[in-house]
Structures are given as C-alpha cells and as structure tokens.
C-alpha cells in the first residue's frame, strides 16, 4: 500500500487511524441567507452551464459597467447537480460578442459570505479593482464563485468544472449578447488552480468552448505536496493548509471523515474557521503543524490517494488544447520546479506555453508584475496572434 504522510492525509482529510469520540461528519458552512444562491428543486433537469435564475445587481466599483448574477447548474466531484453562480461585468455599450474573460478570484475561504460574488461588491476582493482595466478594454468580464455552493476549498477539480460551466452559462444568457464570443481565462494562486484545472478539463468536459488562451499565475499543481511544505513545520500559513482539509472533506463527505483523524485542538480549530474568510484561517491556524491538530503517522488508502490526484493539476492526465501562459516566482513557496513539470508535460504534447519566472519574487510579489503580461497575453490571444512558446 502506498505510504503518505499525516500531512497529505490531513490535506485529504482521510478517515483512517485513531477514532475521535465525536460523530463524523462534515461541518458546513451557514447558508447564505438570500434565497437566490438556492438551488431549485428541479436542477437535475437543467444541464450544465443552464442560466436557473438571473438578476441585475449595482456594479459597485465599476463605473460605466453593468452587472448581472447568473445561477447556473453545474456538477459536483460525485457528479450530482449543483446550483453556482457567477457574477458578469459588462462594458458600456454591453455585450455584442466582445470578448469574455473568465476571471477566477484568490478566494482560500470556508465561508459563504466570502465567495466572489459578495466581496467582488463589498469591498473585500482585492483584485476588484484590476478588472476595470479589463472592462476598460471592451471586454466582458465573469467572476465565478469557484469554491462551490459548500466552499470546498481545495477541491480544485470542482473549481475547474465551475468556471468551464459559468463560462457557459454567460455564453448563453441572451441579455448579454455574448454567444458568439471567445474566451479566455485569468486567475492567480487558488484562482490560478481553477484556472489550471478548467483549461486541463476543457478538451472533455466542455470541448464546445470557444477558449484562445489561459493565463494562470502562482500555481500549486499538486496539493499534497504543498501541504507538507506548509504543515510539516510549524508554518504561519498552516491555517490554508487546514482549511483545505475542511474543504476537501465537505466535498467528499461519503468518503473522507476528519473526525477520525483530529485531537480535540483540532475540533476546535476546525469549529473557529468553518465560516472564516481567508485573512482570519491564517490568523486561526498561524504558526501550527499537522502535528498540532491530529493524531499521529497512519498510512493512507487507495481512496486518500485517488482524491489527491483528482485535486492535483500535476497528477491530472488531462492536457489543455488552449496556449497558455504561466507566471511564476522564481521564489515562490509554491514550488517552481512542480510548475516546470507540468508545463514540460505540456509542452511535449504540443501545447503552447509561455513560462515567466519572475526573478527575486515570491508568492506574494509575483502576482502584479505577472497579472500585467497575463492580460496583455489575453488580448494578443483575442487578436489573433499566435502565441509564444518557449518550451
């Protein structure tokens, strides 16, 4: 049997070892109290990317922009239907077939109130006001709430079918005059890993789509690995590392129990983040280890190990058909030489893909000076220019 480390359990939130008294089971986030986030009773009926429910909202921060939220079907990582939700910014003069760029936020979060389509408004997405410069570009803008109606952060699969579907369902909604638009798609770190996994999956789950080009920054392409690099030591970021656990356990509820595996400061660290947005986790969990919330070593299942790799860009055999380009630092924490391996298996595939490795740049300063190329590469993609490689 394959051996992993309590940290890659942890990050799996695998059900194995020692039993915890408490009854297993995932701890949800609060509903969001308005109504319109609900899925309706019948959407098995709906097929992915369908527009449930619409409605226009103020676009606060986005002066000339027109603003709509659409609820749409999508599918969840057991297959079954789920109601999501993307946010559309339209430039003045609306739709026209301009095009679209799916832009997907760093939310870490487990709560509903910090999903995209609230703090995109509310002042509490950093980035927000970055996308005026897209929308000043004449192009359209979506905004997905890629964590999913449960906040599953960490379940990076589930982010990448939700942006291909939020991109369907603005494609399809008629006020918008966008069904003959092409695509591309943005997004940095946890956003960049939706980004990643949409342009892998794209080819097989939504090969209708018309994407030119993805620009994905700061990317974590295998999450177990990156869970040892935060969990292993106490780290100030161990808080992430937790939550991702949390999400991932929300999101396969049938077959990962942290309860199993969590000492009581855990129970109790997972009981104060459970509605958290990204910047209390980190305050939460600071400076913790996966030794400080779990029982000890325990080997890990076929189960544990198929769940990492279905959330893991490195281990995921899809490859995009889409050119794609990748910003880095060149000292990130997110390791560089996993997004060179990846890229390399690209690249022998015959896709496009440009690599910048930002000299001196972390994880943290990376993301301006790359999101800058990142759109400029977007915009050479919707004119037609073929697109650098430097395989």
């Known amino acids: 049997m394959r051996r992993l480390s309590i940290v890659a359990l942890a990050t799996a939130s695998a059900g194995l070892g020692h039993l915890a008294p408490a009854v297993a089971a995932p701890i949800y ?25 619409s409605r226009p909202v103020a676009a606060n921060g986005f002066p000339g922009a027109t ?10 990582s057991g297959d079954a239907p ?3 939700m993307t946010t559309l910014l339209l430039p003045p003069g609306g739709g026209m077939n301009r095009p679209i760029v799916s832009y997907q936020p760093f939310v870490n979060s487990l709560g509903l109130q910090c999903a995209p389509s609230h703090s995109i408004f509310d002042g509490t997405m950093q980035e927000a006001p970055a996308l005026n410069a897209l929308l000043a570009r004449g ?4 905004v997905p709430d890629h964590l999913g109606p449960t906040s599953a952060y960490g379940a990076a699969r589930l982010g990448g079918r939700l942006t291909l579907d939020g991109i369907r369902a603005v494609k399809r909604f008629g006020p918008a005059d966008l069904g003959g638009s092409v695509v591309g798609m943005a997004g940095y770190s946890g956003g960049g890993m939706a980004t990643g996994f949409a342009a892998a999956l794209a080819p097989e789950y939504a090969p209708e789509l018309p994407i030119v080009g993805a620009a994905q920054g700061g990317v974590p392409m295998n999450i177990g690995k990156l869970a040892q690099d935060v969990g292993l030591q106490r780290s100030p970021l161990f ?19 942290m309860d199993r595996i969590l000492n009581p400061t855990g129970f109790a660290l997972r009981s104060q983040i459970a509605n958290a947005c990204t910047n209390d986790i980190i305050n939460a969990g600071a400076n913790k280890s996966f030794n400080d919330v779990f029982y000890g070593a325990m080997d890990a299942d076929p189960t544990v190990v198929r769940i990492l790799h279905e959330n893991s860009i490195e281990i995921y055999p899809g490859v995009p058909r889409t050119p794609i380009y990748e910003w880095h630092g ?11 391996d990846v890229l390399g298996r690209y690249c022998s595939q015959g896709v496009r893909v440009q690599l910048d490795l930002i000299p001196g740049a972390d994880h943290g300063t990376a993301m301006i000076p790359g999101a800058i190329n990142a759109f400029n590469y977007l915009g050479d993609r919707f004119a037609g220019i073929p697109a650098p490689s430097n395989c």
């Open 330 to 340: 060149a000292n990130d924490q997110v390791s560089p030489q996993l997004v060179r």
């Open 29 to 53: 986030p609060v509903p969001d109290g308005d109504g319109f986030y609900s899925a309706p009773p019948d959407v098995g009926n709906f097929q992915p990317g369908d527009v449930m429910r």
């Open 82 to 84: 789920i109601a999501a």
């Open 139 to 142: 192009w359209a803008v979506a």
């Open 239 to 257: 808080g992430l590392g937790f939550a991702a656990a949390i999400g991932l356990e929300r999101e396969y509820p049938a077959e990962l129990e």
């Open 67 to 76: 603003a709509w939220q659409l609820l749409y079907r999508s599918t969840n």
